[in-house]
């Protein structure tokens, strides 16, 4: 099993502009599962519903999913991701740490159509599972936000 360090609850993040998926997991099992989605408003959650679910669950670490383009290159939305990584970090006093979220979104939508045949259902949540998923596979994937460019 991957070395986690100290943490144990962790909530993973698929950050996008109007929406926001969360996840949830945990190193004891290496699982994560599908949360919740917050909207957001170019890329601003309501910060009280992000609040709620940071006392709910009380997570040791943060996962933001990085947008990365398939050339390794930073995405559109990279600099908001990590913005965004930075912001959770300073106003819950947890440490964030950012995986490379590439083609998590494509595969949530396929595994939803694949379980239920909807395509139009919102799959944010899916994608953060993905992403803290693979970070609970490899912990060596999370990168510092604070980087502006950590590849």
């Not at 609850?9 to 109007?18: E, H, I």
């Not at 969360?22 to 919740?36: E, S």
């Not at 990279?78 to 930075?86: D, H, I, M």
Request: charged share 20%.
């Amino acid at each position: 099993m991957p070395k986690h360090e100290t943490y144990s609850s962790v909530l993973g993040f698929d950050f996008g502009k109007t929406h926001i998926g969360v996840a949830t997991g945990q190193t004891l099992t290496g699982t994560a599962a599908g949360l919740t989605i917050i909207r957001a408003k170019n890329g601003t959650p309501n910060w009280d519903q992000v609040g709620v679910l940071m006392q709910q669950w009380q997570p040791d670490l943060i996962i933001v999913g990085l947008p990365l383009n398939m050339d390794d290159s930073e995405s559109i939305l990279s600099n908001s991701a990590r913005r965004f990584a930075r912001k959770l970090q300073g106003r819950f006093g947890i440490h964030a740490r950012m995986v490379d979220e590439r083609l998590t979104s494509r595969e949530a939508k396929m595994a939803s159509h694949n379980s239920d045949h909807r395509t139009t259902k919102k799959v944010d949540h899916i994608a953060a599972a993905l992403i803290l998923q693979s970070w609970l596979d490899n912990p060596a994937l999370g990168l510092d936000p604070v980087l502006e460019s950590s590849l």
